[in-house]
């Protein structure tokens, strides 16, 4: 039976670069609708976009290293938002019994009495970790909700995860040495990480609206639980 497809207007001279994009973006919704690397095709996805199946050959040589890409995109994405959250240094503002939580509160600067420092850095990106996974639940759960196809152990420490992690041991290191409690940047970031997490995902599995101020709070408490001082 013959293959059917949307037809797509071919691609101008220099416009190789926009099918790539519409590639990988097709192919992480795919992923993220089905939750499995491996009900993915790359026929599938060239029927997605549009185009027939060879197209997508000439820009990823396989399943694989389309998936890889995606992923670590999205990783990129989460990386570079913890950053600007750093740089910024403002957490959320602080919230009145009267003031809702929107999507866009979280991005709220604190008043012009709050100093930047690497605590007031740190806090934010535990609250831009929080609304990145409330405001793009599909790239998260692309990230950490999708069923992979297991690969070779030695093949881990590439694997884009850890550029994540290698954010937070950066926001902690900055923090003053003799802080009480410290273990360690390496350790406290991974048990910092993994536990801002696991909130995170709780809230988000529920088949209930998520509590963003609720939320919110509870990262704050964690965070001074983990990083006294």
């Not at 101008?12 to 099918?19: V, Y």
């Not at 009480?180 to 991974?190: F, N, R």
């Not at 995902?201 to 998520?210: G, H, K, Q, R, S």
Request: net charge neutral.
């Amino acid at each position: 039976m013959a293959e059917t497809f949307k037809r797509r207007a071919p691609s101008q001279w220099g416009e190789g670069g926009a099918l790539k994009e519409e590639i990988l973006a097709a192919a992480a919704r795919l992923l993220a609708e089905s939750g499995r690397e491996e009900a993915l095709s790359l026929r599938a996805v060239a029927r997605e976009v549009g185009i027939a199946a060879p197209s997508v050959y000439l820009h990823f040589k396989d399943r694989s290293e389309l998936v890889a890409t995606v992923t670590r995109r999205a990783y990129e994405k989460l990386v570079a938002e913890l950053g600007e959250a750093r740089d910024g240094g403002t957490p959320t503002a602080p919230l009145t019994p009267h003031a809702p939580l929107t999507s866009h509160a979280p991005h709220a600067s604190l008043t012009s009495h709050s100093p930047h420092t690497p605590r007031s850095a740190l806090r934010a990106m535990v609250h831009r970790y929080c609304t990145f996974a409330l405001e793009n639940p599909r790239r998260f759960r692309l990230m950490f909700g999708v069923e992979r196809i297991v690969g070779p152990r030695e093949d881990s420490p590439r694997h884009p995860v850890w550029l994540v992690l290698g954010a937070w041991e950066e926001a902690l290191a900055a923090l003053p040495a003799d802080r009480p409690g410290q273990v360690g940047a390496e350790q406290d970031a991974l048990l910092l990480w993994s536990a801002l997490h696991g909130i995170v995902t709780i809230a988000m599995a529920l088949p209930y609206e998520v509590d963003r101020r609720g939320l919110i709070q509870r990262a704050d408490e964690l965070l001074d639980r983990i990083v006294a001082g």
